[in-house]
């Protein structure tokens, strides 16, 4: 595999809202090709969160330094101008988030906020066209009754359909990267596997590479083709899936997988 999507080369990011300046992510180097599945995996506070925010272009904080490089098909975006950036996030990169609820504005039908990229980067649709797009994109996440969701408010919908709804928002515009940071930690156990499918059969009918950030190794067991393990915002280990699990070099990987519950390691 050689064709390379994103590459993010010795990213530094420092908070300096404190006296001491606070190193949370550490010279991380990574690179994801197209139409593959990354899993980032670490404990809480580990910086897989800023790392994402990094990568989508969210991380604009006066307080905060970053340094090091984050190459989207070779465009620089860590240092990117606010256009750069606009016209990147949600048309060549969508994110999803971990709670639905908070993602999603509680006042407007959810067919109105799924089309809202198509608003800003595909200005020469017509409404018409974008109503068939973002219904054609609600049946894609498997919600039955496209049009019906369409109409419906946020709070009419199940936290497993609020995901699928996110899902088709950041897909709408058929991206190249989804990043998907903790996208099941909110939801059910049965729900988190059927939103891990849904990303898995996206990724292979649509070519669509998926930065997968979770701290349950279950699931990105499931998921991923390659994994990166982080600690205390530094890369501890990265590898094939396989490799990760069966064979990790260090300490605090092979911690992370014997933490993981006896049942779920048999599937
Ligand atoms: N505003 C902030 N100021 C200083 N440190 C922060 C701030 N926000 C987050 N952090 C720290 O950044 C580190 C990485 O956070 P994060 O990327 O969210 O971790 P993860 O997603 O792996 O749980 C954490 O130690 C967290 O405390
Ligand atoms: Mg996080």
Redesign the pocket.
């Known amino acids: 595999m050689d064709n390379i999507l994103l590459q993010v080369e010795k990213l530094n990011i420092e908070?300096h809202?404190h006296d001491v300046p606070?190193r949370?992510v550490n010279h991380l180097n990574m690179e994801l090709h197209q139409g593959e599945i990354l899993g980032i995996v670490?404990e809480?506070?580990?910086?897989?969160?800023?790392?994402a925010m990094a990568i989508a272009g969210l991380l604009t904080r006066h307080d905060m330094e970053m340094e090091g490089k984050i190459l989207f098909e070779g465009k620089e975006l860590l240092h990117a101008d606010r256009a750069t950036l606009r016209q990147i996030q949600g048309n060549d990169i969508g994110i999803v988030f971990q709670e639905p609820m908070t993602s999603l504005n509680p006042v407007k039908r959810i067919g109105w906020q799924v089309e809202e990229s198509l608003r800003i980067h595909r200005p020469e649709m017509t409404k018409q066209e974008r109503y068939q797009r973002v219904i054609r994109a609600l049946a894609d996440v498997e919600l039955d009754d496209p049009e019906l969701v369409y109409r419906k408010y946020p709070h009419e919908l199940s936290g497993g359909m609020r995901q699928r709804v996110m899902i088709a928002s950041a897909m709408i515009c058929e991206p190249k990267l989804l990043i998907a940071d903790e996208p099941t930690t909110a939801l059910d156990v049965t729900i988190q596997l059927q939103i891990v499918k849904l990303l898995q059969r996206l990724n292979q009918e649509k070519n669509m590479a998926v930065l997968f950030i979770s701290h349950d190794l279950s699931l990105v067991k499931r998921l991923c083709h390659r994994i990166i393990v982080?600690h205390d915002?530094n890369m501890v280990e990265a590898g094939v899936t396989q490799d990760i699990f069966y064979h990790p070099k260090e300490d605090y990987t092979r911690e992370l997988i014997s933490a993981i519950p006896k049942l779920e390691k048999i599937s």
């Open positions: 908070f809202d606070e949370v670490g809480s506070g580990s910086g897989k969160s800023m790392t982080m915002g």
